[in-house]
């Protein structure tokens, strides 16, 4: 199972909105609405920020929004804030009954 | 406060074996499924495998870079879930996190352990 492509890297400014691209294939992000993304401060344990393509947790800001289309899942960051600098990843549940996750972005906020 | 914490990691030598565990509190782990989940220093994140619930017959699943290697455990009664290792390569060199699926026919991942680094190095 190959990991799923993300760009290397997005940055934004304060207050502007930025989109990280999740790219996999129709046995995983395109087979099922399976798709989370995660946030990884340095040295941290990921935190789970989008859930199953779309929803938030609670205590998740609202500003952080999941969509998908196809065979690639994005994750919208909106009023983008310093806070938010961090790497971000996306996973995706597959048709093998495993689990695959993305190469990873680092957002950095300008 | 729902936790999960990772144990057993330390340094080994190339070829040598290893036993994590992943204990949960604040919560009774023998109804999550329950995965596992490296990275590499600088690296990204890399599923490792998952173990299912009671159920659906403990049924376990791998990464083929660990396939045939690693085995995945659980032991409901003491809420703990454990990694076993064998034939470590320098390659397996990370941080091992636990995590579970929050719910059932879900695909979110919480809460999940701090971590616990596995060295392999001659």
């Known amino acids: 199972q190959s990991a799923l492509t993300q760009p290397a890297s997005v940055s934004g400014s304060p207050g502007q909105s930025i989109t990280i691209s999740c790219t996999g294939t129709s046995s995983d992000i395109g087979a099922y609405n399976y798709v989370s993304w995660f946030q990884q401060q340095p040295g941290k344990a990921p935190k789970v920020m989008i859930y199953?393509?779309?929803n938030r947790p609670s205590g998740v800001s609202n500003r952080f929004s999941g969509s998908k289309s196809g065979n690639t899942a994005s994750l919208t960051i909106s009023g983008l804030q310093a806070e938010d600098e961090a790497d971000y990843y996306c996973s995706s549940y597959t048709t093998s009954g495993s689990g695959v996750f993305g190469t990873g972005t680092q957002v950095t906020v300008l | 406060e729902v936790q999960l914490v990772e144990s057993g990691g330390t340094s080994v030598q190339p070829g040598g074996s290893l036993k994590l565990s992943c204990e949960a509190s604040g919560f009774t782990l023998s109804g999550s499924i329950v995965h596992w989940v490296r990275q590499a220093s600088g690296k990204g994140l890399e599923w490792v495998g998952r173990i299912r619930i009671k159920t659906h017959g403990y049924a376990t699943a791998y990464a083929e870079s660990v396939k045939g290697r690693f085995t995945i455990s659980r032991d409901d009664s003491k809420n703990t879930a454990h990694l076993q290792m064998n034939s470590l390569k320098i390659e397996d060199t990370a941080v091992y996190y636990c995590?579970?699926?929050?719910?059932?026919?879900?695909?979110?991942?919480?809460?999940w352990g701090q971590g616990t680094l596995v060295t392999v190095s001659s």
């Open positions: 995590t579970r699926l929050a719910v059932s026919g879900t695909w979110r991942f919480d809460p």
């Open positions: 199953d393509v779309s």
